[in-house]
């Protein structure tokens, strides 16, 4: 399928939130579609094409940010009034830009999600889902973890009203009025969904999903549970799903999918002779792709894709061809239409440096006066700071309106900085003594021109947590400065679960004491990520985890006056012991701490490390013979007279080269955590055996697991 599409890039407006852009349905069969957005001025903008310009049909005054944008209307009739979501209030618009609605929900939460269904509107604020019918409360739902999403099965095919809410802790939950009838697991944290076709499928009840690690999937919600349909895996490690569309782009009458990431990579998917969708067509996006919708905008009988960015640019991957037709002679020359198009651009770009030039002379004068004071502009960030379950690190992602000039990152707690292929920038890192002044890292990061949007790595060490902070200076005048932070905890490691493998050795950590509910999951939300800091409703809670470096778990019960931790992993256990002994020392809250340790648990994690350090021990082996063997094959001049061992790896020098490159302190954490398991097992016993350590990193340097077992249970 050869897609022949060229972006055109029709208005800018101020930063937008995720699915704050819709297409107004056309008026006639063959006529162009009005474009409405909202963005984060509370401003909502409506205009349309003409003679190749955009055209305003209405625009809002300046008001609170725009966090959702829907369209609606009677049921089974076109959808054009128009709904925005701001603070704690919804508005409605007509098409011509008439308010008619101003409802003031009263919610404590500003609203993150909304879905609107004829009379119906659905909310979803941050833990809390609410039902209005003709603006009349109707249901109620408190969520476990915050909401992303909500949506409403199509109730002309179905007849009865079936929300679903897209929640942080890795679940779709379908509701029943007030009540949850099942959840569904998926495999990340859902951020957007959408109905399959853009009416649920033949049967409407088939919900697409969107998490944010880059994961689609589809799944049928039936009255009695749900039915997994497929499910695409981010092969490519690509960025999360912001939002989603179906449209028949190429004409042929079956719906593609189209796929906007926070990376910016716009991807179409077709169903050509497959169940599941397969990836067809992509575009890069110099930024994060908010909204998304497939109709005909720029000129009529063309279709096209929409997109808005974060910044605020609405463009267009159009099928109309590009403007351009052959002369008379050999090359090609613009059509009339698009030379004047050039000339007005030219023209107003000059005024624009002639309007630029006038205010930073008047600038400069105002700045020498006594009086004058220097406004500090003001720039939104979109930043996010996640676990990659693939190579257990952190991805920080920091993107910004304007362009970036340096990052600069510090840190009080050990962490490595990884390659990120993506990352055009300059990186400078400077030698920190910890001691005086407590920098575990200081690095800077020159970003070039134009650059938006930057992704970090970072490698964490369970056990040492603190605060990682980022100083984001733009290339704006004057210099400003914003800074960041966020918290490395803990078990840092750990990513939330549904279930774990009971049939694990299990050592056991046991708190009582005069502690409240809310305290001991303070405690929790401090030493672990993904656990909402809302306190659960309910008298105990239980929650899963697994360490996405060692794959070991953790479970963890806890109720006001008491809590169980359990993990197969002693070192887990020992740093819980510790964190949570500060935390309770420091609110002068008397603990009684108890351990049961299960020493065939230790052997269990060995086993668990096993494969993982034998595999980086042969690559590191076989990039250490790397320039030897080149060496010999270029003395050779061929390689025949090499063992076939050798001649693998010399075939393979790229793919070994590339994967060293991209953990090469895997190595050096596998040796840290076997030092914390030998350390933590015997001090549990009472003994300090930090003095045989270099022993056991001897035996780890000519590895042998037999003799790595055997030096475990003699040591003592």
């Known amino acids: 399928m050869d897609l022949g599409l060229s972006r055109v890039d029709y208005l800018q407006v101020g930063v937008t939130s995720q699915k704050t852009m819709k297409l107004l349905p056309a008026s006639g069969r063959k006529a162009t579609q009005k474009v409405v957005i909202g963005d984060h001025d509370g401003v909502v903008t409506c205009f349309g094409m003409k003679k190749g310009e955009a055209v305003p049909v209405f625009k809002t005054l300046p008001g609170e ?82 909401i992303n999403d909500v949506l409403c099965l199509p109730v002309e095919k179905l007849s009865c009203i079936t929300p679903v809410l897209a929640c942080q802790d890795r679940v779709v939950r379908v509701l029943q009025g007030s009540d949850l009838l099942y959840e569904m697991e998926v495999p990340g944290p859902p951020t957007v969904l959408t109905l399959n076709n853009g009416n649920g499928g033949d049967s409407g009840e088939e919900v697409l999903f969107g998490t944010s ?112 037709e ?171 679960t549904h279930c774990i493998d009971r049939d694990r050795p299990m050592n056991t950590l046991t708190l009582k004491g005069q502690f409240s509910f809310a305290e001991v999951h303070s405690w929790v939300v401090f030493c672990l990520p993904e656990v909402p800091d809302k306190t659960p409703v309910g008298e105990s809670v239980s929650f899963y985890f697994q360490n996405t470096f060692l794959d070991t778990q953790l479970e963890c019960t806890y109720r006001k006056g008491e809590g169980y931790f359990k993990s197969d992993n002693i070192s887990t256990i020992s740093i819980l012991k510790d964190v949570l002994s500060k935390e309770a020392t420091k609110r002068k809250i008397n603990l009684n701490i108890s351990c049961d340790i299960n020493e065939v648990s230790v052997n269990h994690t060995l086993k668990l490390i096993h494969p993982k350090l034998e595999y980086q021990l042969m690559l590191a082996k076989k990039v250490e013979l790397l320039d030897a063997l080149k060496e010999l094959q270029a003395h050779e001049g061929n390689t025949d007279f090499l063992i076939p061992e050798y001649r693998s790896i010399l075939e393979e020098a790229e793919e070994l080269l590339k994967e060293h490159k991209k953990q090469p302190t895997s190595l050096e954490r596998l040796y840290g955590m076997i030092t914390d398991l030998f350390i933590d097992k015997f001090k549990f016993k009472g003994t300090n055996v930090k003095t045989k350590v270099p022993l056991l990193l001897e035996i780890l340097g000519s590895y042998d697991q037999k003799a790595l077992i055997a030096f475990f249970d003699s040591a003592a």
């Open 65 to 146: 940010k725009i966090a959702r944008l829907e369209l609606g209307g009677a049921l089974n009739t076109p959808q054009e009034k128009i709904f925005v979501a701001a603070g704690s209030e919804v508005r409605g618009f007509t098409k011509k830009g008439k308010q008619f609605l101003a409802f003031n929900t009263n919610l404590t939460e500003n609203i993150k999600a909304m879905h609107i269904s004829g009379s119906d509107l659905f909310l979803g604020a941050s833990y809390v889902y609410n039902h209005y019918c003709d603006c009349k409360d109707q249901h109620y739902y408190l969520s476990g973890d915050k």
């Open 326 to 496: 052959c002369g008379s002679g050999d090359g090609l020359k613009m059509t009339h239409e698009m030379q004047n198009k050039v000339l007005s651009l030219r023209n107003e770009l000059e005024q624009l440096q002639i309007k630029v030039l006038h205010e930073r002379e008047k600038y400069q004068q105002s700045s020498q006066s006594s009086t004058a004071v220097s406004a500090v502009p003001t720039f939104s960030i979109n930043d996010k700071f996640t676990l990659n379950r693939d190579d257990a690190s952190y991805s920080l992602v920091l993107e910004v309106q304007a362009a970036i000039d340096t990052v600069l990152l510090q840190c009080d707690v050990p962490i490595d900085l990884k390659d990120v292929d993506k990352n055009s920038a300059v990186v400078s890192v400077v030698d920190c003594e910890s001691e005086p002044n407590g920098n575990f890292l200081l690095a800077t990061y020159r970003c070039q021109v134009n650059t938006t949007r930057l992704e970090l790595k970072i490698l964490s060490i369970e056990g040492r947590y603190g605060t990682l902070q980022a100083y984001v200076t733009p290339r704006v005048q004057p210099k400003t400065c914003q800074v960041r932070q966020y918290q490395i905890k803990p078990l840092s490691l750990h990513q939330r």
């Open 213 to 324: 690690d880059g994961k689609i999937g589809l799944v049928e919600i039936s009255g009695v549970s749900p039915v997994e349909k497929w499910k695409i895996e981010n092969e490519k490690k690509r960025g999360g799903i912001l939002c989603m569309d179906s449209f028949d782009i190429l004409g042929d009458g079956v719906k593609e999918l189209i796929i906007g990431r926070d990376d910016g990579m716009l991807e179409i998917y077709n169903f050509e002779y497959a169940k599941s969708p397969i990836l067809r067509y992509e575009y890069a996006l110099s930024e994060s792709v908010t909204s998304v919708q497939g109709g005909c905008v720029g000129k009529e009988g063309y279709d096209e894709i929409i997109a808005s960015t974060y910044s605020g640019w609405v463009s267009g991957l159009t099928t109309e061809p590009t403007h351009r």
